[in-house]
């Protein structure tokens, strides 16, 4: 679990919400959730809509301001559904997340998320660097609290996946003429067993490059199947 990124909840008024927030988070692999004075915590409430997700409560840190909660932060997001008269740097979630993910794991980042009626004031938007909007209805933009943290959670997970499979070494495939060896040696071997008669090939060997071209295989797998190989002609010879 990312361990850099906090969701913070500004006075979040209804329990229910905050254990939504925390089964949101859940599924989507993060685990630390901030509260800015909760009217209602801890609640029976809020566990039961937590559903499997009670961790992330009982580790919930509450804070008696924003500024506390975001103190030691890098990077801080401020969501929220309307346009506000003065311009703040705007953008999506998914243009907020490109950035999360641009960022080392030691730079602390909070998304922060405002009460359910009216949202983050003015003054707690100052705080924040950019204001994340989630495209939606003009005439209905307002989200449910948790299916706004939701969908930023569910973004930053994409991203964060996308990253680690860039930075994932990939297995340099197998070189053509490493290929051909093995064609050879897979020909040699089925003559050798009588499956394949080289008078009468038939279209043999050209399905079996067509099969193992398709599985694009990588260095280390020629190598075990030629490995097999050689076992069996030891076996046969
Ligand atoms: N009238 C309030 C709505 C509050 S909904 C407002 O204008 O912000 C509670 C919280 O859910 C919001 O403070 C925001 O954090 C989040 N939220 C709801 N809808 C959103 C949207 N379309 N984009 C971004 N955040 C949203």
């Known amino acids: 679990m990312p361990d850099h990124i906090r969701i913070v909840l ?42 499997g997700a009670v961790g992330i409560l009982k580790q919930a840190v509450c804070c008696d301001s924003l500024q506390q909660a975001i103190a030691d ?3 801080v997001l401020g969501t929220t559904a309307r346009d506000r008269t003065v311009e703040w740097p705007q953008c999506t979630p998914r243009e ?28 707690e938007l100052d705080l924040c660097h950019t204001m994340v909007r989630i495209p939606c209805n003009p005439e209905f933009s307002s989200l449910n609290l948790a299916s706004a943290v939701q969908i930023l959670c569910y973004e930053i997970m994409l991203m964060m996946d996308l990253k680690q499979g860039h930075e994932r070494p990939t ?19 089925l003559v050798e067993l009588e499956f394949l008669d080289e008078d009468n ?6 399905r079996l490059h067509r099969l193992f071209n398709r599985a694009a295989l990588v260095e280390s797998e020629v190598q075990i199947l030629r490995g097999i190989l050689t076992a069996i002609q030891r076996k046969n010879g």
């Open 73 to 75: 932060c890098h990077l």
């Open 96 to 123: 907020a997340a490109s950035r999360i993910a641009e960022l080392s794991s030691e730079q602390q980042v909070a998304i922060v998320f405002g009460t359910e009626r009216i949202g983050l004031s003015n003054e």
């Open 10 to 51: 500004v006075r979040p008024s209804h329990p229910g919400n905050i254990g939504a927030t925390a089964r949101a988070m859940m599924t989507m692999g993060l685990g630390r959730l901030v509260l800015v004075q909760p009217a209602c915590f801890p609640s029976q409430v809020a566990t039961d809509r937590a559903s």
């Open 171 to 189: 297995e340099t495939l197998a070189k053509q003429e490493d290929m051909q060896r093995f064609y050879s040696h897979l020909h040699e071997v």
């Open 201 to 206: 090939p038939r279209l043999l060997d050209r």
